[in-house]
Nanobody, 121 residues
Framework: QVQLVESGGGLVQPGGSLRLSCTNS????????VGWFRQAPGKEREGVIC????????YYTDSMKGRFTISRDNAKNSVYLQMNKLTPEDTANYFC??????????????RGQGTQVTVSS
């Protein structure tokens, strides 16, 4: 059974930081590729970052390198997205996914509902 639940979103000022969490109440995420995507109103879904089953990291957008990092805690069955130096362009609903294959997050089989991140002064 899969139930991905994201948390940690909210309102933050430009330049600020947030840490998002993705927890699965079912099988252990440690054996899978898990990633984060985002979607803003009126915009297409955008890949953020992915951690593979062997902990390889993939950034889907260059603008996030140096600002966003991903990590996992298998004991808590959770994956985290640390976001620093946030800008208004980062405003979106962020959701986590479980990749179909361990090497990456596209395609993905499961996704959570997401958590809203709003960057505004």
């Amino acid at each position: 059974q899969v139930q991905l639940v994201e948390s940690g979103g909210g309102l933050v000022q430009p330049g600020g930081s947030l840490r998002l969490s993705c927890t699965n109440s079912g099988f252990n995420l440690g054996y899978y590729a898990v990633g984060w995507f985002r979607q803003a109103p009126g915009k297409e879904r955008e890949g953020v970052i992915c951690i593979s089953s062997t902990d390889g990291i993939t950034y889907y957008t260059d603008s996030m390198k140096g600002r966003f990092t991903i990590s996992r805690d298998n004991a808590k069955n959770s994956v985290y997205l640390q976001m620093n130096k946030l800008t208004p362009e980062d405003t979106a609903n962020y959701f986590c996914v479980i990749g179909t294959y361990g090497a990456g997050c596209l395609p993905f089989d499961y996704r959570g509902q997401g958590t809203q991140v709003t960057v505004s002064s």
